[in-house]
């Protein structure tokens, strides 16, 4: 019995470690950054899955919006089922990795076709934001927000 339930959880816990075999072949690479995130990109044609550190879009980034944000270059150029997306996202949290890859996919795209460089300059999907978390300073409760005053 016990080592029933033991041969379950090493099941279980290989199904969830489990990294999909990807391949790299006639790919272009591209690298993406925002905040403190930095994403590998490499882009090739293909059905239009997107597999971020190994797992499908769906199961990395939960959220919808996050989803939708990595998709908009595609869409921007109407072309949403004709590339494959593999990259690599390290640091930052998910939105800030998100954006890393949206940049990343946006730069692969225009070193793929040259001529979509102006419609997705056009949305600001090819520069980098950059946007980062100001400095705290000394004095103050956080960047810019003091300490609440007391008159007595």
């Known amino acids: 019995m016990e080592q029933q339930q033991e041969t379950q959880i090493t099941e279980k816990a290989t199904l969830k470690n489990k990294k999909i075999k990807l391949d790299f072949s006639n790919t272009v690479y591209a690298t993406g950054r925002r905040k403190k995130s930095i994403a590998k990109v490499w882009l090739k044609k ?16 939960s959220k919808a919006n996050l989803q939708i944000s990595i998709c908009r270059p595609f869409s921007i150029i109407k072309r949403e089922n004709e590339y494959d997306v593999i990259s690599s996202v390290k640091g930052g949290g998910l939105s800030g990795q998100a954006g890393a890859i949206t940049l990343g996919v946006s730069r692969a795209l225009v070193k793929l076709e040259n001529d979509l460089k102006s419609a997705l300059k056009k ?9 980062a978390v100001e400095r705290k300073k000394y ?5 810019r ?8």
């Open 145 to 152: 927000r003091s300490f609440q005053f007391s008159k007595r």
């Open 123 to 131: 949305e600001k999907l090819t520069t980098r934001d950059s946007r």
């Open 139 to 143: 004095g103050l409760r956080k960047a």
């Open 46 to 61: 293909g059905s239009g899955s997107i597999y971020v550190n190994g797992k499908k879009m769906n199961e990395y980034f």
